[in-house]
């Protein structure tokens, strides 16, 4: 849901019309004309009629320049953003509802952000006693935009409340952008915690226990077909990523069959392990490198799951032995599993 820069992000880039549709219905709401809106932006009305429809990024910022324009107030993302409900993200959304656990949800959210929004990065990371829900830093929240940065902070927060059907109030909230003596009182009353201001990334910090409150639409059966469905999406949009998205959606496939060799995953893709490593050295990159960032997010997500075994996590990374496990998270995190996982309920 976040985007870039139009300058920045190629015009292929795109996300879902669904979202520019639901700002301009919260925007006339809060008594903005929808149609100055669309007509300051460039945009026909009519690219908006199929909410699964994708429409190119820079498109979506124009939308939001414009409401910008005609009423920058500072709780404007505020006001749109909270108002974002699970169905309102379609298949993901379902996803997230129908998951069985907030963490559950979210993570869901990370893996398939690709379907939103093709310029999204997210990540949920639990350490320490905390969960961080997190986006990369935005080129142009410095200034209008600092906006969207507060309404896909908002939604999120709002989709969280929304599935779990409890008034979730998170630990702290970082925002990529200085504070600059505007009026706070819409973020105050709806993030109710400390707000921590020109952060490097977009945050919404939690307690880790907060991960396993449970949704109160959880089903099992609807979201193994859904994330199924969901899967060939992504499948299908595939080409448009680069490769070292392919492969680290591969990697996910993977962990499911126990797999994440260079051979395995070359095959997954449709190439030779040789032409799958020439291309990711001209990416700047290495499988073995691509390869090690998954295992160490997903070891912090696994150990995060007190039921799993350390040995089990080993096993589920594709590790034949657990002491190769231990070795590379120190030198991932200079602690040992165990160490860190008594450090999260900590």
Same mark, same amino acid.
């Given at each position: 849901?976040?985007?870039?820069?139009?300058?920045?992000?190629?015009?292929?880039?795109t996300?879902?019309?669904?979202?520019p549709?639901?700002?301009l219905?919260?925007a006339?709401?809060?008594?903005?004309?929808?149609a100055?809106?669309?007509?300051?932006? @460039?945009?026909?009305?009519?690219?908006?009629?199929?909410?699964?429809a994708?429409?190119?990024?820079?498109?979506?910022?124009?939308?939001?320049?414009?409401?910008?324009?005609?009423?920058?107030?500072?709780?404007? @993302?505020?006001?749109?953003?909270?108002?974002?409900?699970? $169905?309102? @993200?379609?298949?993901?959304?379902?996803? !997230?509802?129908h998951?069985?656990?907030? @963490?559950?949800?979210?993570?869901?959210?990370?893996?398939?952000s690709?379907?939103l929004?093709?310029?999204?990065?997210?990540?949920? +990371?639990i350490?320490?006693?905390?969960?961080?829900?997190?986006?990369?830093p935005?080129p142009e929240?410095?200034s209008?935009l600092?906006?969207?940065a507060? %309404?896909?902070?908002a939604?999120?927060?709002?989709?969280? $409340?929304?599935?779990?059907?409890?008034?979730?109030v998170?630990?702290?909230?970082?925002?990529?952008?200085p504070?600059?003596?505007?009026?706070?009182?819409?973020?105050i009353?709806?993030? $109710? %915690?400390?707000?921590?201001?020109? =952060?490097?990334?977009a945050?919404?910090?939690?307690k880790?226990?907060q991960m +396993?409150?449970?949704?109160h639409?959880?089903?099992?059966g609807?979201?193994?077909?859904?994330?199924?469905?969901?899967?060939?999406?992504?499948?299908?949009?595939?080409p448009?990523?680069?490769l070292?998205?392919?492969?680290e959606r591969?990697?996910w496939?993977?962990?499911?069959?126990?797999e994440?060799?260079?051979?395995?995953?070359?095959?997954?893709?449709?190439?030779?392990?040789?032409?799958l490593q020439?291309?990711?050295?001209?990416?700047?990159?290495s499988?073995?490198?691509? =390869?090690?960032?998954?295992?160490?997010? !997903?070891?912090t997500?696994?150990?995060?799951?007190?039921?799993?075994?350390?040995y089990?996590?080993?096993l589920?990374l594709g590790?034949?032995?657990?002491?190769?496990?231990?070795?590379?998270?120190?030198?991932w995190?200079?602690?040992?599993p165990?160490?860190? $996982?008594?450090?999260l309920?900590?």
């Amino acid at each position: 849901m976040f985007a870039y820069n139009p300058d920045i992000v190629p015009n292929s880039k795109t996300t879902l019309a669904r979202f520019p549709r639901f700002y301009l219905a919260q925007a006339e709401r809060l008594g903005l004309d929808r149609a100055a809106i669309l007509s300051q932006a @460039g945009l026909d009305a009519a690219e908006l009629n199929e909410p699964d429809a994708r429409i190119r990024v820079a498109k979506v910022l124009e939308i939001w320049r414009a409401m910008v324009a005609v009423r920058d107030d500072p709780g404007l @993302g505020i006001h749109i953003g909270s108002a974002l409900r699970a $169905r309102d @993200g379609g298949l993901v959304g379902y996803l !997230m509802q129908h998951s069985h656990t907030l @963490g559950a949800a979210l993570e869901r959210l990370v893996r398939f952000s690709y379907i939103l929004d093709e310029t999204a990065v997210p990540a949920l +990371e639990i350490r320490h006693g905390v969960a961080e829900y997190s986006v990369r830093p935005l080129p142009e929240l410095m200034s209008s935009l600092r906006r969207l940065a507060d %309404c896909d902070l908002a939604a999120v927060l709002a989709v969280a $409340r929304d599935i779990t059907d409890r008034d979730l109030v998170p630990v702290e909230v970082h925002l990529p952008y200085p504070r600059q003596g505007e009026d706070l009182s819409a973020h105050i009353e709806f993030f $109710r %915690c400390r707000l921590e201001f020109d =952060r490097q990334h977009a945050r919404l910090v939690f307690k880790a226990s907060q991960m +396993e409150l449970p949704t109160h639409a959880a089903d099992e059966g609807l979201v193994r077909y859904l994330e199924g469905y969901a899967e060939q999406v992504l499948e299908t949009m595939v080409p448009q990523g680069s490769l070292s998205d392919r492969v680290e959606r591969a990697l996910w496939a993977g962990l499911k069959e126990g797999e994440v060799s260079l051979e395995w995953t070359a095959s997954n893709l449709g190439i030779t392990a040789r032409t799958l490593q020439r291309r990711l050295r001209d990416d700047g990159t290495s499988f073995n490198e691509l =390869r090690d960032g998954f295992r160490r997010e !997903m070891a912090t997500r696994l150990l995060a799951q007190p039921d799993l075994a350390i040995y089990e996590v080993a096993l589920l990374l594709g590790y034949s032995e657990p002491s190769t496990f231990y070795r590379a998270f120190r030198r991932w995190t200079k602690t040992s599993p165990r160490q860190y $996982r008594e450090n999260l309920v900590s």
